[in-house]
């Protein structure tokens, strides 16, 4: 589970920086502002990398997400990127820990022969 949600959150880090530049040429919205919220979404979504497999940090992951498509009230696109991570998201979560359980079961067999 832990590389393909860290694939997906490195993903929304590119991202985020590309939205901050698009942010960062409307008028109405402060340069300063821009890269401050940027910045902190984009070391969120580093710091979730390491984060993942520990107590929260999926629920984290899906606030990030929540994040990513609210931020479409400045820059419309991000409604569609955000969308489109957190789909990306729950296909992480949801077939990452299947490939966990297929890991551990696999290795439960292979320990079970050995001792045979």
Known sequence: MRT???????????????????AMKDP?????TVWTVCG???FLSVVLCGMVTRPGGVALGW???IALIASG?????????G????????ASVH???KVDEAK?????????????
């Open 4 to 22: 393909l949600c860290s694939s997906t959150l490195i993903g929304e880090f590119f991202v985020i920086g590309f939205a901050g530049l698009v």
């Open 83 to 90: 969308v489109l991570f957190a789909a990306l998201w729950w």
């Open 104 to 116: 551990a079961r696999f290795a439960a067999e292979a320990e079970q022969a050995d001792a045979v």
């Open 95 to 97: 077939f990452g820990r």
């Open 28 to 32: 109405d919205l402060a340069t300063g």
């Open 73 to 81: 009230f400045f820059v419309p696109f991000m409604y569609f990127m």
């Open 63 to 65: 606030a990030l997400q």
């Open 40 to 42: 902190i979404a984009m």
